[in-house]
């Protein structure tokens, strides 16, 4: 389930957001407890803190004292803006430099699309 490729616990924080981006969790809305989610994932509650802490950093997730942590609203938006960007800047380059080498026009990805869509 977890690749080596970053932290486990920023694996679980972008699971989380993936769930957010997904319309599991709408604004505002409560989602699993740190304790629930560990168990959920089989990691350390240590580990789930974490990721529950860098969501909160990002302003993703909020805490209502004594009942848990929400959705902020907007989060679905800030996600999608962000890992666009960061798609745009870091893997886009990389994916065009590969289609050079290997021949692959915007026509051939575009049929591809089409296909599985």
Do not use: C, H, W
């Not at 989610?37 to 909160?56: C, F, G, I, R």
């Not at 745009?88 to 990805?109: C, W």
């Amino acid at each position: 389930m977890f690749s080596g490729e970053k932290p486990i616990f920023l694996q679980l924080a972008d699971r989380l957001a993936d769930e957010i981006l997904a319309d599991k969790y709408g604004d505002d809305e409560r989602i699993p407890s740190v304790r629930e989610y560990a168990v959920l994932l089989e990691v350390n509650v240590n580990t789930a803190v974490k990721a529950y802490d860098e969501l909160s950093r990002a302003n993703i997730i909020y805490m209502k004292r004594g009942q848990g942590y929400f959705v902020t609203p907007g989060a679905k938006t800030q996600i999608m803006e962000q890992r666009r960007e960061e798609f745009m800047k870091e893997r886009l380059p990389e994916l065009f430099r590969q289609m050079r080498l290997l021949g692959i026009t915007l026509d051939d990805v575009k049929q591809k699309y089409d296909d599985i869509k």
